[in-house]
């Protein structure tokens, strides 16, 4: 069982910038491929950003194109979220996921067997 745990989280203000970790316990993520997801209160689950393990391509929602960054260290087998120029809106639980290598869906939360607890980003002044 792959168990996977976030980190990075906080209460930051808007502008500011986190970086979120994703790393799994017993297992290195690198033949994974994995998403970033995040829910807000009465929204549904939704996706921010995936990468995928065959290719390294990348997927990012609209609203986080060019202020969110994806990208794996496989040596530390983690994946990290960089979220810089951060807003209100970005305020959510966010999760980091994880399949095995398809070419289904990149971001689609239906499609990520494995999934953290959580973090939580607060973008506030």
């Known amino acids: 069982q792959l168990h996977l745990v976030e980190s990075g989280g906080g209460l930051v203000q808007p502008g500011g910038s986190l970086r979120l970790s994703c790393a799994a316990s017993?297992?290195?993520?690198?033949?994974?491929?994995i998403g970033w997801f995040r829910q807000a209160p009465g929204k549904e689950r939704e996706g921010v950003s995936c990468?995928?393990?065959?290719?390294?391509?990348?997927n990012y929602t609209d609203s986080v194109k060019g202020r969110f960054t994806i990208s794996r260290d496989n040596a530390k087998g983690t994946v990290y979220l960089q979220m810089n120029s951060l807003k209100p809106e970005d305020t959510a639980v966010y999760y980091c996921?994880?399949?095995?290598?398809?070419?289904?869906?990149?971001?689609?939360?239906?499609?990520?067997?494995?999934w953290g607890q959580g973090t939580q980003v607060t973008v506030s002044s």
């Open positions: 996921a994880a399949r095995f290598p398809s070419v289904q869906a990149m971001c689609a939360p239906y499609e990520y067997d494995y």
């Open positions: 017993r297992f290195t993520l690198d033949y994974y491929d």
């Open positions: 990468i995928s393990s065959r290719d390294g391509s990348v």
